[in-house]
Every structure is written in structure tokens, then in C-alpha cells.
């Protein structure tokens, strides 16, 4: 693809071309709604800048630190109303997990268990198999950013707060040399790796 190097790490039109529009304040009153109780502050501040990526954007939009990808503000209530059908369905079949699932709700932010959960206290933040989500249980890690895994389980917290998340991905980026720029870096959340595509501009 024909295409030069942009100036700087800011300005790479492949990635911020790829992010879409700020959510309104009903998709946002939305999420607060379906999950029962106000969104972090620097959670709502994000939604309102950017309401995940634009459709069809690829690898492109895998903009948040270990190669993850910005969820919308829909994306988030589709994933609640999932996890609810599906601990519905577990607790059919499994008599212990209601109990399991309650005890998890109760635990302060940042616990883990290896329990398949979905939990309203969790908010899903990004579009992955492996998903981040914001933790909104009790105690001093409230906000924290935590990943769950398709399978169950959780890991955690990689970072205290939505905030801390987009300033750890600002400083990778600042150090970032756009004239031999690195094709991965290690991050709170694992290695994330960094499309080329993002330092060239269509001539």
C-alpha cells in the first residue's frame, strides 16, 4: 500500500479514524439503567469522548493496551443481558452456582474466583473473547479494570481505573518513535501488538 509516515504517534489517521463518535448521554443513561447503579466517572468521561470503534474497523482499532478493542455502549448492555441468560441457564443445571455467584457478587472489587460470571457489578469495556471489564463491587478498588476469560475466571486488576488505562496507553504511544516504530510492546494487560498500519497515511 502506497502511503508515507505520519509526524507522530498523535497523529495516526488509521486509528482515530477508526474510533467512533461520543455516545449521548441516553446511551449512557442506557448502561446506568440496565446495570442498576451511576457508571465511574472516568468511564462515562471515555463514552462521552469516543462510543467504541466505527464498524468493520479490524485490527486497526485494537487501541487499548494488550490489543483490545473499545466495547460500545450497546455492546455493554448486550453483554449483561447475555451473562444473565446464560447464569440463568447454569443455575438449571448446576445447584450450587446461584449460591457461588451471589458469594462473588458480595467480594470487594478486584477478587477473582474461577467462576464463569457475568456479573451486573461488571461492566464490559471491550469487544474481546477474553474481555476487560470495569468492576464496580465494593471496597477501594471500586472502578477498577479487571479481564475475564471465556471460559471463566478472572485476572486482576490491571489497572485502577479507566483512566489509569488510557494514560498508560498515551505514555506507550508518546515514547513511540514513528520512524522505527516497535511491532509489540508489554503492558499491564500483556503484550499488546502494535499494527503497522497505524504510522502510514493513503497518499
Known amino acids: 500500500m502506497a502511503g508515507r509516515l505520519t509526524g507522530g504517534p498523535r497523529d495516526a489517521p488509521a486509528v482515530w479514524q477508526r474510533l467512533a463518535p461520543p455516545a449521548t448521554e441516553r446511551d449512557i443513561a442506557a448502561v446506568e439503567e440496565a446495570h442498576g447503579f451511576p457508571l465511574p466517572a472516568d468511564l462515562a468521561a471515555w463514552?462521552?469522548?469516543?462510543?467504541g470503534v466505527t464498524p468493520g474497523a479490524g485490527g486497526t482499532a485494537s487501541v487499548i493496551p494488550g490489543g483490545h478493542?473499545?466495547?460500545t455502549t450497546r455492546g455493554a448492555v448486550k453483554n449483561l443481558v447475555f451473562g444473565r441468560r446464560m447464569a440463568a441457564r447454569q443455575a438449571d443445571e448446576d445447584p450450587g452456582y446461584a449460591g457461588a455467584l451471589a458469594e462473588l457478587r458480595t467480594q470487594p472489587a478486584g477478587s477473582v474466583s474461577d467462576l464463569w460470571a457475568r456479573p451486573d457489578e461488571w461492566i464490559t469495556i471491550s469487544e474481546d473473547s477474553d474481555a476487560l471489564f470495569v468492576d464496580c463491587r465494593g471496597g477501594e478498588l471500586h472502578g477498577c479494570v479487571m479481564m475475564r476469560f471465556?471460559?471463566?475466571?478472572?485476572?486482576?486488576p490491571l489497572w485502577p481505573g479507566v483512566a489509569a488505562m488510557w494514560r498508560e496507553a498515551a505514555d506507550i504511544l508518546e515514547a513511540i518513535d514513528p520512524g522505527a516504530p516497535p511491532t509489540a510492546v508489554m503492558t499491564?494487560?500483556?503484550l499488546w501488538e502494535i499494527p503497522g498500519t497505524w504510522w502510514?497515511?493513503?497518499s
Open 47 to 51: 463514552w462521552r469522548r469516543s462510543d
Open 69 to 71: 478493542f473499545p466495547a
Open 150 to 156: 471465556v471460559t471463566g475466571g478472572q485476572i486482576g
Open 188 to 190: 499491564s494487560a500483556g
Open 200 to 202: 502510514f497515511r493513503d
